[in-house]
């Protein structure tokens, strides 16, 4: 089992800057991937970004160039840093965790609006 929280989503005027945190707890041996997605109303849930055990990420095309995921391995974090934030990235954006066995383990959401 793996325990999965989101944190820093908030409120933004457009073109700012937000960092999301994802911290994974339990049985973090067995972690294959770490994934942000989001989800706005009356819209499906999507892949804004990801990161590997190895270090490899993908990106969404709308958030590419402005978006990095990092991790923090010795804090079994990783963050999403969100940058020129536009009034369509408004969305609740959660974490999934992959493990090896492509069991997946989601966060609650964190909140994230973009004003114009």
């Known amino acids: 089992q793996v325990q999965v929280v989101e944190s820093g989503g908030g409120l933004v005027q457009a073109g700012g800057s937000l960092r999301l945190s994802c911290a994974a707890s339990g049985s973090i041996f067995g972690i294959n991937a770490m994934n942000w997605y989001r989800q706005a109303p009356g819209k499906q849930r999507e892949l804004v970004a990801g990161m590997t055990t190895g270090g490899s990420t993908k990106y969404a095309d709308s958030v590419k160039g402005r978006f990095t995921i990092s991790r923090d391995n010795a804090k079994n974090t990783v963050y999403l840093q969100m940058n020129s934030l536009k009034p369509e990235d408004t969305a609740v954006y959660y974490c999934?965790?992959?493990?090896?066995?492509?069991?997946?383990?989601w966060g609650q959401g964190t909140q994230v609006t973009v004003s114009s």
């Open positions: 999934k965790v992959v493990w090896y066995d492509a069991s997946n383990y």
